[in-house]
């Protein structure tokens, strides 16, 4: 096989489809870190979010003959991703005693990979990990259609076209639900302000995820 780097996506699943196994090695590889991270973003649950990451695998898998080469790669895999995180909330929602914070990610996932453009101060650092706790509780309670779209705007910058295949909905689609998770974000953040401050807590919410 060529170089990882050097093999699209694409190509690589039509050779999954085929039997290659070594072609699965390396998806798995290439994508495993940014799949885990959008989905423990998500689920804000460490030991969940690696099973989800390999359950969405074993379904790319099972799916490896439908895949559509016409489809980016990134918008397929994440949309079987963010159905999965659908199907764990509701499976959460039914098991209320299973909720809980996973206080290893509030916060600190960022600092402690180095994802800030400069060494924060110790009082920077912890109004950092303040903003970051107060987002992840504010999107505990997003609906998904808005959550899975802000994730993959922000966190993986994909594009609205992109977004767009992965949450089944039209571009103008996916610029509303920013807007309405951009508010629901203003509602939770800053109780009792206008509408024309979302764009105020837009950039509370890029201060506490920038990477």
Known sequence: MQDNEQVDDAVLMQRVAAGD?????????????????????????????QELVQ???????????????NMKFSSWLFKIAAN??????????????????????????EAQHGMYSKDPT????SERREDIAKLERAMCGMPHQL?????????????????????????????????RARAWLAKK???GRSEKNAA??????????QM
Request: with cysteine; net charge neutral; charged share 25%.
């Open 147 to 179: 959550k899975t779209t802000l994730l993959l705007y922000y966190y993986e910058s994909m594009s609205y076209k992109e977004i767009a295949h992965s949450v089944g909905c039209s571009a103008r689609g996916v610029e509303t639900r920013l807007y």
């Open 200 to 209: 105020e807590t837009k950039l509370l919410f890029m201060h506490g995820i």
């Open 55 to 69: 359950e969405t695998f074993v379904r790319l898998y099972e799916a490896r003959a439908r895949y559509d080469s």
């Open 21 to 49: 196994t070594a072609a699965l090695c390396v998806i798995i590889d290439r994508w495993q870190v940014p799949l885990g991270n959008f989905i423990r973003r998500y689920v804000q649950n460490h030991e969940a979010a």
């Open 189 to 191: 953040l800053c109780p």
């Open 122 to 125: 110790p009082v920077e650092e």
């Open 84 to 109: 999965l995180c659908k199907n764990y909330y509701r499976w959460r929602s039914r098991h209320p005693e299973c909720l809980g914070w996973d206080e290893n990610l509030q916060g600190g996932e």
